[in-house]
């Protein structure tokens, strides 16, 4: 080997250089990559979401065990001892407070998925409305959540314009649409509503917009139940 092949080696070696700046870059690299493969994951499933909304409510329950059935009408149903219990459901309303789905243990809760944008949304609003005053003191509590509205203002116009006095949860990113496990009675489209028995567990589920007829029909049997 000559002297000048040998040279960078004992310049290299003398001062403790090395490639150290190279091997940095080679670390953070793929930790960028996996930042960015994580990024596009959590996008994506939130995309897919938001793709089914004002759907026709054919989104599929993503394979896997169920313990549900659906009828010939679009509503789902789980028998009691076999439904899944609702995720953590909590947050800021349109009015800005604290709201936590939990706190209402006890009664039958209606929970209603809905965008001031989305006419399907539009055209049942006015049944909620009227039944959720009809059972207001039967035992039953209606909770929305209220999705992709860039601002609270046209949600709470929205309520207003359909006579809605019950509090919905503002998500205007889907999250907490996202908590409901794969394979249960989950939200899948907007609109969509669930019905959760006294104890948290989703009893029935539509992913279509509903009549009074169609809304009731979901929610007297669980009323029913002991």
């Given at each position: 080997?000559?002297?000048?092949?040998?040279a960078?080696?004992?310049?290299?070696s003398?001062?403790?250089?090395?490639?150290?700046?190279?091997?940095?870059?080679?670390?953070?690299v793929?930790?960028?990559?996996?930042?960015?493969?994580?990024?596009?994951?959590?996008g994506?499933?939130?995309?897919?979401?938001?793709?089914?909304?004002?759907g026709?409510g054919?989104?599929?329950?993503?394979?896997?065990?169920?313990?549900?059935?659906?009828?010939?009408?679009g509503?789902s149903?789980?028998?009691?001892?076999?439904?899944?219990a609702?995720?953590?459901?909590?947050?800021?309303?349109?009015?800005?407070?604290?709201?936590?789905?939990?706190d209402f243990?006890?009664?039958?809760v209606?929970?209603?998925?809905?965008?001031?944008?989305?006419n399907?949304?539009?055209?049942?609003?006015?049944?909620?409305?009227?039944?959720?005053?009809?059972?207001?003191?039967r035992?039953?509590?209606?909770?929305?959540?209220?999705?992709?509205?860039?601002?609270?203002?046209?949600?709470?116009a929205?309520?207003?314009?359909?006579g809605?006095?019950?509090?919905?949860?503002?998500?205007?990113?889907?999250?907490l649409?996202?908590?409901?496990?794969k394979?249960?009675?989950?939200?899948q489209a907007?609109?969509?509503?669930?019905?959760?028995?006294?104890?948290?567990?989703?009893?029935?589920?539509?992913l279509?917009?509903?009549?009074?007829?169609?809304?009731?029909?979901m929610?007297?049997?669980?009323?029913?139940?002991?």
């Amino acid at each position: 080997m000559s002297a000048a092949s040998r040279a960078p080696q004992r310049s290299s070696s003398a001062t403790g250089v090395h490639d150290t700046g190279v091997r940095d870059l080679r670390v953070r690299v793929p930790r960028l990559r996996a930042r960015r493969r994580a990024v596009m994951a959590a996008g994506t499933a939130a995309a897919a979401l938001l793709l089914t909304a004002c759907g026709s409510g054919a989104a599929s329950d993503g394979g896997g065990n169920t313990n549900f059935v659906t009828g010939t009408d679009g509503i789902s149903t789980a028998a009691k001892g076999e439904r899944a219990a609702a995720p953590e459901l909590s947050g800021k309303t349109l009015e800005g407070e604290h709201l936590d789905v939990a706190d209402f243990q006890g009664k039958v809760v209606v929970l209603n998925v809905w965008g001031s944008w989305c006419n399907p949304c539009r055209a049942e609003a006015k049944y909620f409305a009227k039944v959720s005053e009809d059972y207001a003191d039967r035992g039953v509590q209606f909770v929305g959540i209220n999705t992709r509205d860039s601002s609270a203002g046209s949600a709470l116009a929205f309520e207003k314009d359909f006579g809605i006095t019950y509090p919905s949860l503002y998500d205007p990113t889907g999250k907490l649409m996202l908590r409901f496990e794969k394979g249960t009675l989950n939200p899948q489209a907007i609109p969509s509503t669930l019905i959760l028995d006294r104890d948290g567990g989703i009893a029935a589920r539509s992913l279509t917009a509903l009549s009074e007829e169609r809304l009731l029909k979901m929610l007297e049997p669980v009323l029913a139940e002991k």
